[in-house]
Protein backbone atom coordinates (compact mmCIF):
# COMPACT_ATOMS: atom_id res chain seq x y z
CA UNK A 1 0.00 0.00 0.00
CA UNK A 2 1.65 3.07 -0.57
CA UNK A 3 2.50 5.85 1.32
CA UNK A 4 2.76 9.37 0.51
CA UNK A 5 4.15 12.47 2.83
CA UNK A 6 2.64 15.99 2.07
CA UNK A 7 4.73 18.30 3.71
CA UNK A 8 2.66 21.56 4.52
CA UNK A 9 3.67 25.64 5.86
CA UNK A 10 0.38 27.35 5.38
CA UNK A 11 1.55 28.74 2.06
CA UNK A 12 -0.34 28.81 -1.15
CA UNK A 13 2.81 27.20 -2.52
CA UNK A 14 1.69 24.34 0.09
CA UNK A 15 -1.77 24.41 -0.75
CA UNK A 16 -1.49 24.25 -4.44
CA UNK A 17 1.01 20.65 -3.91
CA UNK A 18 -2.65 19.57 -2.16
CA UNK A 19 -4.71 19.95 -4.51
CA UNK A 20 -2.05 18.57 -6.74
CA UNK A 21 -2.01 15.38 -4.83
CA UNK A 22 -6.32 15.67 -4.13
CA UNK A 23 -6.40 15.68 -8.40
CA UNK A 24 -3.61 12.56 -8.98
CA UNK A 25 -4.89 10.51 -6.69
CA UNK A 26 -9.04 11.03 -8.13
CA UNK A 27 -7.64 10.64 -11.38
CA UNK A 28 -5.83 7.69 -10.62
CA UNK A 29 -2.46 8.54 -10.85
CA UNK A 30 -1.79 8.47 -7.23
CA UNK A 31 -2.49 5.72 -4.60
CA UNK A 32 -4.51 3.84 -7.09
CA UNK A 33 -7.95 4.64 -4.88
CA UNK A 34 -5.54 2.62 -1.94
CA UNK A 35 -3.21 3.90 0.32
CA UNK A 36 -1.88 6.52 2.76
CA UNK A 37 -1.72 10.10 2.65
CA UNK A 38 -0.02 11.43 5.37
CA UNK A 39 0.36 15.36 6.01
CA UNK A 40 3.44 17.10 7.98
CA UNK A 41 3.87 20.43 9.37
CA UNK A 42 7.51 21.10 10.65
CA UNK A 43 7.85 24.22 12.95
CA UNK A 44 11.19 25.22 13.31
CA UNK A 45 12.65 25.62 16.89
CA UNK A 46 14.24 28.73 17.59
CA UNK A 47 17.76 28.57 19.89
CA UNK A 48 17.39 27.83 23.71
CA UNK A 49 18.82 31.63 24.07
CA UNK A 50 15.79 32.93 22.15
CA UNK A 51 13.27 30.70 24.66
CA UNK A 52 15.47 30.77 27.74
CA UNK A 53 12.73 31.65 30.63
CA UNK A 54 9.69 30.63 28.52
CA UNK A 55 7.62 27.81 29.84
CA UNK A 56 7.66 24.91 28.20
CA UNK A 57 4.18 24.35 28.67
CA UNK A 58 3.45 28.26 26.43
CA UNK A 59 6.04 27.14 24.21
CA UNK A 60 4.20 23.63 22.59
CA UNK A 61 0.92 26.01 22.57
CA UNK A 62 2.55 28.16 20.56
CA UNK A 63 3.86 25.59 18.46
CA UNK A 64 0.58 23.83 18.35
CA UNK A 65 -1.40 27.07 17.39
CA UNK A 66 1.44 27.62 14.33
CA UNK A 67 1.23 24.17 13.26
CA UNK A 68 -2.74 23.84 13.66
CA UNK A 69 -3.12 27.07 11.63
CA UNK A 70 -0.70 26.02 8.95
CA UNK A 71 -2.56 23.16 8.15
CA UNK A 72 -6.03 24.09 8.58
CA UNK A 73 -6.70 24.90 4.53
CA UNK A 74 -4.70 21.99 3.81
CA UNK A 75 -6.66 19.80 6.06
CA UNK A 76 -9.96 21.56 4.67
CA UNK A 77 -9.27 20.69 0.99
CA UNK A 78 -8.47 17.17 1.49
CA UNK A 79 -11.57 16.61 4.14
CA UNK A 80 -13.76 17.91 1.57
CA UNK A 81 -12.75 16.14 -1.45
CA UNK A 82 -12.35 12.99 0.98
CA UNK A 83 -8.99 12.19 1.25
CA UNK A 84 -8.26 10.38 4.62
CA UNK A 85 -4.87 11.51 6.14
CA UNK A 86 -3.40 11.27 9.40
CA UNK A 87 -1.33 14.33 10.68
CA UNK A 88 2.01 14.89 12.18
CA UNK A 89 3.11 18.39 13.62
CA UNK A 90 7.12 18.13 14.37
CA UNK A 91 9.49 20.73 15.58
CA UNK A 92 13.45 20.83 14.59
CA UNK A 93 15.26 21.56 11.23
CA UNK A 94 12.44 21.48 8.59
CA UNK A 95 14.15 19.42 5.66
CA UNK A 96 16.00 16.79 7.89
CA UNK A 97 12.20 16.76 10.15
CA UNK A 98 10.53 16.03 6.90
CA UNK A 99 13.17 13.18 5.41
CA UNK A 100 13.00 11.39 9.15
CA UNK A 101 8.94 11.86 9.25
CA UNK A 102 8.95 9.85 5.91
CA UNK A 103 11.95 7.23 6.84
CA UNK A 104 9.67 7.12 10.18
CA UNK A 105 6.29 6.33 8.47
CA UNK A 106 7.73 3.92 5.36
CA UNK A 107 6.43 6.69 3.04
CA UNK A 108 7.28 5.55 -0.71
CA UNK A 109 7.31 9.16 -1.88
CA UNK A 110 7.54 12.84 -0.51
CA UNK A 111 4.60 15.58 -2.12
CA UNK A 112 5.69 19.26 -0.86
CA UNK A 113 4.92 23.12 -2.58
CA UNK A 114 8.58 25.22 -3.38
CA UNK A 115 8.99 29.11 -2.65
CA UNK A 116 11.22 29.03 -5.18
CA UNK A 117 13.25 31.34 -2.73
CA UNK A 118 16.60 31.47 -1.39
CA UNK A 119 19.89 32.20 -3.77
CA UNK A 120 22.53 29.16 -4.31
CA UNK A 121 20.50 26.11 -3.39
CA UNK A 122 17.38 27.79 -3.91
CA UNK A 123 17.90 29.19 -7.20
CA UNK A 124 15.02 27.34 -8.93
CA UNK A 125 13.19 25.54 -6.03
CA UNK A 126 12.90 26.89 -2.15
CA UNK A 127 15.98 25.59 -0.15
CA UNK A 128 13.88 23.32 1.98
CA UNK A 129 12.52 21.78 -0.73
CA UNK A 130 16.08 21.48 -2.01
CA UNK A 131 17.52 19.84 0.78
CA UNK A 132 14.74 17.43 1.41
CA UNK A 133 15.55 16.20 -2.34
CA UNK A 134 19.58 15.70 -1.38
CA UNK A 135 18.87 14.31 2.01
CA UNK A 136 15.59 11.42 1.18
CA UNK A 137 15.90 8.32 -1.37
CA UNK A 138 12.12 8.02 -2.06
CA UNK A 139 11.03 10.42 -4.61
CA UNK A 140 10.17 13.82 -4.22
CA UNK A 141 7.34 15.55 -6.20
CA UNK A 142 7.60 19.52 -6.15
CA UNK A 143 4.57 21.64 -6.85
CA UNK A 144 5.08 25.52 -7.71
Known amino acids: MPRLLVAVDGS ?3 LRAVRYLID ?3 AGGLLGG ?3 VHLINVQPQPSPRI ?3 IPADELASYYQGQSDEACRAAEVSLRAEGVPFQRHDRKGPVADTIVA ?3 ELHCDSIVMG ?6 VSGMLMGSVASKVIHLTAVPVTLVK
Do not use: D, L, V, Y
Open 51 to 53: THG
Open 24 to 26: QIK
Open 101 to 103: CAQ
Open 34 to 36: EGE
Open 12 to 14: QQA
Open 114 to 119: THGAGF
